[in-house]
């Protein structure tokens, strides 16, 4: 399902600034972005919740990445939301999409240790969803 770009530029806003509109020195970057995800809500869910709290430099070097692959599929798109996991989150996310897909978080962070903040983090980069308390499943295939 693809959005119209008005649908796209609030969704992408939404993650990305958590609002509707987007900060004024970042209109451009913005529209960039969202023309770049073409309507994919996915992607502009990631791409936000990537460039959220980052800096105009960070956005114009993640856009200047995805650029230079001009046939990027989505799968890169979330790539570069992993690559910008330390070592520990790309382990529980690893962890997470390979093991306890639709497992309760609870066993989860049983097992894995320090999990809960890793399970925040990558829920709040919108690589996994979390369903009701304590269910999620896994958004990319590695």
């Known amino acids: ?29 913005s529209n960039d972005v969202v023309n770049f995800a073409n ?10 919740s990537f460039l959220f709290n980052k800096s105009v430099h960070d956005w114009e070097s993640t856009l200047h990445k995805l650029k230079k692959q001009p046939n990027i599929e989505i799968q890169n798109v979330l790539k570069i939301s992993y690559e910008g996991l330390d070592k520990g989150e790309q382990e529980t996310f690893l962890d997470i999409a390979c093991f306890f897909n639709g497992c309760n978080e609870n066993d989860v962070i049983r097992l894995i240790e320090n999990a809960r903040i890793d399970i925040i983090v ?12 304590g269910e999620w499943s896994r958004l990319w295939d590695p």
């Open 1 to 29: 399902m693809e959005l119209d770009p008005e649908e796209s530029f609030q969704l992408f806003c939404q993650h990305a600034f958590n609002q509707n509109n987007c900060e004024k020195d970042f209109v451009s970057l």
């Open 39 to 48: 309507g994919l809500p996915l992607a502009l869910e990631v791409l936000g």
């Open 122 to 133: 990558l829920h709040d980069k919108s690589l996994i969803t979390l369903f009701e308390p």
